[in-house]
């Protein structure tokens, strides 16, 4: 483990256990400033074997064959996307990996592009090869410099060994791969915000139609994809898609890198196949620490599971039907001293505070919503508050912009569900089930703090 | 003639002149402001009623902003003609109101020729309109002169002419005793209706009121002669014109509504300045009626074509007139009124 | 059968009789013309049910007007009053989300001094010049400029709107939105790291604690200018929260002793900045 | 004359005349204090040999005649509009309208815009008829979609149009007025015409440029605010057209100047495509409404109105008598307005199939009409409006030379033509 921390940022660790194909490289010590040593763990085999055996056609069919579906909390498949960008007509055509790590939280993409910056690098051309791209984006938040430094080192070399850039493995395939340092926020991670923030405007949605895939970059025909989704493809085209789909769920296939934090053992990143119950994706972690009370799935975007709901499948339809969604991935572990309302209180809050301000429901709901999660926990609620909270985010989620804002009320809503009482107690009686002492740290972090006695009390 | 006479004579000439040429303004300015109020009015409109009670400052403010106002010379335009015209169109209007009798004893010059000069006098102010419209070197300002020109021509006859069946009648040229004579024998307007109607139309020609405004017809002609006049030049041209109305409406009352008189037997042991208050009293209330009925008129009627205006003139007024001169100058042989 | 002079006569009684008729004009200031509900040219805003304003006095419209036509003021939902215009008055405006949104920076500014701070010009439009003035590179203009200046004065920004030929607008709402700074920080800044995993490892306690040694609230400085305190989620703990950041060092995971050690060290004018990695080996959260 | 004919400026016959006299005199010449400027150069000689013989023959001065050039800056231009008149005197010999002051560009704005937000482009161009501009692009785009409005829609639409041809129609009576002097009808038309546009605005929420129009029905249904207003109107409409109407109909003077007046015959209208009021007031009774109905005009009866003489007199009762017919539509709808909804289901961005579709109105000023073509794209591929007060301009030439200067104004406005329209 040691030499593994020493080649990543302390902020990552890799969690023993679970299923090893992203991460194989990663936790098998491979250099990842050596294109030599990355070559010997089969990289760029993928790309070799798209680019002279299947053509574009095929790698878009071999995608299709494994039922890859994004990573990046949407779940729409890769495959359709790369299809539409394809089918669009246009002299100029991008491929942009999303790097910008839009919930902190998430360890994914970072690890990757710390780790193994080459089966990114690949994932990106192996899309721009498919989708007829002669340009890929690498958008990386700006403050993993170590990331960045990496992943350029890794561009210089396979470019210099004709694996990038220009007439790849002597093919007439050419692709320019560029690393963009972008400034990390919730909202970057949407690609239509994302792609605004890449022309140097200030990283807002745009209404759909049209999409990305249609008009995107500069106006030219964009694909998105999630940092780790490009990495599943290159995965894909290195090992088949049958050995891909031999793990997952039916509606879910392959894996997914899930980062464990809260009350865990030991919080960190690790690899699961989808579909793995819950509870095996906390035994990676260690447990729980004391007795786990919920699970929020999914960040500030997803939603909370109840203990006895434990043994659901870590899966994109099962957590969706259950209110919750797989987001980027965190999975945050909650035990019995944590106050459900002061948790969606702060997931919204966060929320609040990422958000571009573009749509009127999302800007002006998150704070509603924030105002009345407050009424409630001081205890003068309002009579209809209740109603509000749900009327509120129904508007929300049916005016939205983007998912992001669609699923904000994600975390309020499934606990709302799930530990009314808890809700009701703060509201009519003041006191809190979990017996969590509501003080300071009540306050959103970013307003002053009533005042240090308090503080200091 | 001995000196004081001569003095005295000339003092009271000083002093008359001074007075009607004091008058003429404020006298323009109620004038604009009736105009203003009425019109409103008869649009379902308040009018000015911001500027002093009632609004009643309105057209004096009106007259100080002409005042301040950017005083704008062509450079194409002749400067000394250009100049002259305002400067001569209103003081064809001063001058006339010299022999305009207010009340008894309040004439400024008591001419034996008094009408004769009255209308001679306001004659000259086709010619300052003439010059206006040539000098301003705008071909608006060349049609709208034109038109005044021919306007007042074909429009001086008639009028002339319906006034001289009443002096035939009165047997006098002297305003003073033509009313005196109306005391004894009852307004000229039971003598001389023809005449009063000739002399209505024939005046608001005369003085380019609506419907004969053709002038300065704003919607064809953008403003006649004015066009090309700003700041004060235009306001001496805005204030004769009101000041024209004023005065032929009060020789109008002078020459058919029995000018100063009551419409009741005017009390003659009333003499002196009682006399002379009452007598302007009289004169102005009925004055400003006439004035408001054209006010009236101009908030009711379209205007009339300029062809029309002259047709009108020369068929039918002109031959009225004269048939009317006819037989009154019939009546006075035969019945030696 | 007309009779001549009838039909002026009847215009005539017309617009008399209009002389006394009920006027209809309506004397504008002092009564108002009734609008329809319906009525979309009102300019005023609307409140809620609440009685709050609906208009969150964000300033996207102030800010994306590209000749700088809007200015405002209001209460934002808070109920504290909100002024947009010159950077002098800033510290009327406290919500923080509005601040970023109109990209301004987010605490009242102490010492005006520091905005006239003189930037190094040729050096900005050597920078700008490297990356061909493609607004692409707006952000990583932007980061190079702080790590120079710690924070992005408003000359700069001026200077980038300038010579890239972007709207002042959008280059105050791109440098808002990405977690820049637009005000200098007085001292050492330490920043605690409030993301979903640092807090629920006890972020919290570490915030308290901190404030409460500083002896300031987060998005505050002290008196002397030597510290400033601010919460942020981009320190992106992950494994070592909760976690803080002094200046541009990352330290976690932390114990509340821990850090007020850290402090202490400071304070005690040991700038030696131990590194993180060393910091994460020595200290285990019990 | 050959075509390379020497245009005379008038400014240079005046000074080679003085200079003539001068020399004759045998006096210096003069020294002209004036600038480059001059009033005669106002008179729009173009600084060209003239290209058509059209220009030539216009251009061309004989002895004694002179151009006046009314506009863009006159008071009573309609709008901005510049006619070269050459006069002989007061007498008329030759018009030329010169077109184009007011041209925005609205076809080339609703092609670059998606069908849905066409209807805001069109509302300014005849901005006293905003109702009937978005009428026909919504019928153009509803049989390009092959989507019909609902019955109540129609109905509310039909009556917010005749509310419309109401108080445009009624400031053509004003105008008329005012172009000949009279000051006081414009005023009472404005107060008709401000009571239908508070109407209008209760139920479309604007005042002057609604916005109203949907492809597939109309904005907002009509509330119980507008029904309270439509009565109050109603109940006093008609005292105010009398009011102005017994101010200028039976007036001798206004007669004097409308009887006789730009007379034009049927077949002239005709032949240049005249329509609405302009053509009904030549005798020709071709009412689009009737002739070619649309909305739900076939369930309304009414019948063409139409007099014969064709001069201003007649264009001016032509339109009181409308004003009375449309009050008379208006009651009939009101009657006959069905329940139900007001909006058909449209798709936010509509992509018709490739096709073309033409929509025709009955608007105040004449037939107007859109013609609207589909290359499957979300916007149209073109747009084309005609527009009625262009062509009825188009008689004004033909109809002026022969009248006086004073005629040219009163005449063009009995024709009530818009130049937010003529221009587009």
């Known amino acids: 483990m040691a030499e593994q921390r020493s080649s990543l940022s302390p902020q990552i660790r890799i969690l023993p256990g679970g299923e090893q194909r992203l991460l194989a490289g990663i936790s098998g010590g491979v250099d990842p400033d050596s294109l030599a040593a990355a070559r010997k763990h089969r990289a760029y085999t993928g790309l070799q074997r798209a680019v002279e055996k299947l053509g574009p056609e095929g790698t878009v069919d071999e995608i299709a064959g494994a039922s890859l579906r994004g990573r990046g909390g949407g779940g729409y498949p890769a495959a359709d996307k790369w299809r539409a960008a394809r089918a669009t007509p246009g002299e100029r055509k991008v491929v942009v990996a999303n790097l910008i790590g839009a919930d902190p939280t998430a360890l994914g993409d970072r690890a990757l592009a710390e780790g193994d910056p080459h089966l990114l690098l690949e994932g990106a051309l192996i899309a721009a090869f498919a989708t007829g791209a002669s340009e890929a984006i690498l958008a990386v938040r700006r403050d993993w410099t170590l990331g960045i430094e990496r992943l350029r080192r890794a561009i210089a070399e396979a470019e210099a060994a004709h694996l990038a850039g220009y007439l790849v493995l002597g093919t007439d395939f050419s692709c320019v791969v560029s690393v963009w340092e972008g400034s990390g926020a919730l909202v970057a991670g949407e690609e239509t915000a994302l792609i605004a923030a890449l022309a140097g405007d200030r990283g807002m949605p745009v209404i759909r139609p049209p999409y990305p895939t249609e008009r995107g970059f500069g106006g030219a025909p964009t694909t998105v994809q999630n940092g780790e989704t490009l990495a599943h493809a290159a995965w894909i085209l290195r090992h088949g898609a049958k050995k891909f789909t031999s793990v997952g769920s039916a509606t879910g296939r392959g894996t997914k890198l899930v980062s464990i934090y809260g009350k865990v053992a030991q919080s960190g990143l690790a690899e699961v196949a989808l579909g793995t119950p819950l509870s095996a994706v906390l035994a990676l972690a260690g447990g729980g620490t004391g007795t786990t009370k919920a699970v929020f799935v999914g960040g500030a975007g997803g939603g909370a599971l109840a203990a006895h709901e434990l043994e659901k499948p870590y899966d994109f339809d099962a957590l969706h039907s259950a209110g919750a969604g797989i987001g980027l991935g965190q999975v945050l572990v909650t035990d019995d001293s944590t106050c459900m309302v002061d948790t969606a209180r702060f997931f919204l809050d966060y929320s609040a505070r990422e958000a571009c301000g573009k749509a009127v429901p999302c800007r002006i709901g998150t704070k509603r919503l924030v105002e009345t999660l407050d009424r409630i926990l001081a205890a003068t609620p309002r009579p209809d508050d209740f109603n509000l909270l749900r009327e509120l985010s129904r508007k929300m989620t049916d005016t939205a912009l983007c998912h992001l804002e669609a699923r904000a009320p994600g975390p309020m809503l499934s606990t709302l569900a799930r530990f009314a009482d808890e809700y009701r107690a703060h509201a009519e009686r003041g006191v809190c089930l979990a017996g969590a002492h509501h003080g300071a740290e009540l306050q959103p972090l970013l307003a002053p703090l009533p005042g240090i006695e308090s503080a200091a009390s | 003639m001995d000196l004081g006479a001569l003095l005295l004579g000339v003092g009271r000439f000083l002093l008359s002149t001074t007075l009607i040429l004091l008058l003429t303004v404020p006298t323009a300015f109620v004038v604009i402001q009736m105009e203003l109020k009425i019109i409103a009015g008869s649009q379902l409109r308040y009018g000015p009623n911001r500027i002093g009670p009632w609004g009643m400052f309105q057209s004096t403010i009106h007259g100080f902003k002409v005042l301040a106002k950017e005083d704008h010379i062509p450079d194409q335009a002749d400067r000394a003609t250009f100049t002259l015209a305002p400067w001569m169109v209103y003081m064809a209007a001063a001058m006339s109101m010299l022999v305009i009798p207010f009340a008894p004893g309040a004439i400024a010059a008591d001419f034996n020729i008094g009408i004769v000069y009255f209308f001679a006098v306001l004659g000259l102010s086709v010619v300052g309109l ?208 | 059968m007309r009779i001549p002079g009838f039909g002026i006569l009847k215009g005539l009684r017309q617009t008399g009789r209009n002389y006394w008729a009920p006027k209809v004009t309506l004397q504008y200031p002092e009564s108002r013309p009734t609008m329809p509900d319906r009525w979309r040219g009102r300019l005023d805003l609307i409140y809620d049910p609440f009685g709050e304003h609906k208009c969150e006095v964000c300033f996207q419209c102030a800010q994306v007007c590209p000749v700088e036509a809007i200015d405002m003021s209001g209460f934002d939902s808070e109920g504290r009053r909100i002024r947009y215009g010159m950077p002098e008055i800033y510290d009327e405006r406290r919500d923080p989300n509005a601040f970023r949104r109109a990209g301004l920076a987010a605490e009242p500014m102490r010492n005006a001094a520091r905005w006239d701070e003189a930037i190094d010009k040729p050096w900005l439009h050597g920078l700008i010049d490297g990356f061909g003035g493609r607004s692409e590179a707006l952000v990583a203009i932007f980061s190079a400029v702080q790590e120079r200046y710690g924070y992005l004065p408003e000359r700069a920004l001026h200077q980038v709107s300038d010579e890239m030929t972007i709207h002042w607008a959008q280059v105050f709402g791109a440098a808002g939105l990405g977690g820049f700074r637009l005000l200098p920080a007085e001292g050492h800044l330490v920043t605690v790291c409030d993301c979903a995993a640092c807090r629920f490892a006890g972020g919290d306690e570490l915030l308290t604690a901190l404030s409460a040694e500083l002896g300031i609230a987060p998005g505050d400085a002290t008196d002397d200018g030597a510290w400033s305190l601010e919460t942020s989620s981009e320190v992106a703990a992950g494994a070592i929260a909760p976690a803080i950041r002094i200046d541009t060092m990352v330290y976690g995971p932390l114990t509340v002793a821990q850090a007020r050690h850290l402090i202490d060290e400071r304070k005690r004018g040991d700038a030696r900045a131990s590194s993180p990695t060393r910091a994460v080996a020595g200290a285990r959260k019990s | 004359m050959t075509s390379d004919v020497k245009i005379p400026d008038p400014l240079e016959l005046e000074r080679a005349e003085e200079a003539r006299l001068r020399s004759a005199a045998g006096l210096a010449p003069a020294a002209r204090t004036g600038g480059e400027y001059s009033g005669f150069e106002s008179v729009g000689l173009p600084d060209r040999p003239p290209e058509t013989e059209r220009e030539q023959e216009l251009y061309t001065l004989d002895e004694g005649e002179m151009l006046v050039n009314m506009g863009p800056q006159h008071p009573s231009t309609h709008g901005v509009m510049r006619l070269v008149v050459k006069v002989r005197g007061e007498v008329v010999i030759d018009i030329d309208p010169v077109l184009g002051y007011l041209h925005r560009g609205i076809e080339k704005l609703c092609e670059n815009a998606t069908y849905t937000t066409v209807m805001t482009y069109v509302d300014p161009m005849d901005y006293l008829a905003s109702m009937h501009n978005e009428h026909a692009p919504a019928i153009a785009f509803e049989k390009l979609f092959g989507i019909k409005a609902p019955k109540r829609a129609e109905y509310i639409r039909a009556l917010v149009v005749e509310l419309n041809r109401v108080f445009s129609h009624s400031l053509m009576m004003g105008f008329l007025a005012l172009d000949m002097g009279g000051i006081t009808p414009i005023l009472y038309s404005f107060i008709n015409r401000d009571e239908v546009v508070d109407l209008l605005s209760a139920i479309s929420g604007q005042r002057m440029l609604f916005n109203f129009f949907r492809v597939g029905g ?35 003077v206004f007669r004097a100047r409308t009887i006789g007046m730009g007379v034009l015959s049927g077949k002239d209208a005709i032949a240049l495509g005249v329509s609405g009021p302009n053509l009904r007031a030549s005798g020709v009774p071709f009412d689009v409404r009737k002739a070619h109905p649309y909305s739900i005009y076939p369930e309304l009866e009414f019948e063409v109105i139409t007099h014969a003489a064709g001069d201003s007199n007649a264009r001016y009762l032509q339109r009181i008598a409308e004003i009375k017919q449309s009050i008379h539509l208006i009651d009939q709808i009101v009657d006959k307005m069905p329940h139900g909804p007001v909006q058909a289901q449209v798709p936010g961005i509509i992509r018709p199939k490739p096709g073309r579709a033409y929509g025709a109105v009955e608007s105040p000023r004449g037939l107007y009409s859109v013609y609207a073509v589909s290359d499957g794209g979300p916007n149209p591929y073109r747009f084309r409006m005609r527009d009625p007060s262009f062509i009825s301009l188009q008689a004004i030439p033909k109809l002026m030379p022969g009248h006086l200067i004073a005629d040219t104004m009163a005449v063009m406005a009995s024709f009530d033509p818009v130049m937010g329209g003529v221009d587009k």
Request: without cysteine; aromatic residues 16%.
């Open chain 4, 218 to 252: 109309v904005n907002f249904d009509a509330n119980d605010e507008f029904f309270s207003r439509l009565g109050t109107w109603r109940a006093n409409v008609v005292k105010t057209i009398d009011m102005s109407e017994r101010v200028i109909t039976d007036n001798e």
């Open chain 2, 130 to 337: 003439l010059i206006a419209g040539w000098a301003s070197y705008n071909k608006y300002s060349l049609l709208g002169g034109l038109r005044s020109a021919a306007q007042m021509v074909s429009y001086e006859i008639p009028l002339t002419l319906s006034v001289v069946g009443a002096v035939v009648l009165a047997g006098t040229l002297n305003f003073r005793e033509l009313i005196e004579w109306q005391r004894a024998h009852g307004w000229m307007l039971l003598w001389q209706p023809v005449g009063l109607g000739i002399f209505y139309i024939a005046s608001l020609a005369e003085i380019n009121r609506t419907p004969f405004d053709m002038v300065e017809a704003d919607s064809e002609l953008v403003a006649g002669p004015f066009t090309e006049y700003s700041g004060m030049r235009f306001g001496f041209f805005f204030f004769a014109e009101y000041l024209a109305l004023f005065i032929m409406s009060g020789v109008m009352i002078s020459l058919f509504f029995g000018g100063w008189l009551a419409p009741w037997p005017f009390p003659a042991e009333l003499g002196g300045f009682l006399g002379t208050v009452y007598g302007v009293f009289w004169f102005f209330i009925k004055t400003y009626i006439f004035v408001a009925v054209a006010v009236l008129l101009r908030a009711t009627l379209v205007r009339v074509r300029v062809d029309q205006l002259m047709g009108a003139a020369w068929k039918v007024l002109l031959p009225l007139a004269m048939i009317n001169l006819l037989v009154t100058a019939a009546a006075v042989v035969v019945f030696n009124l």
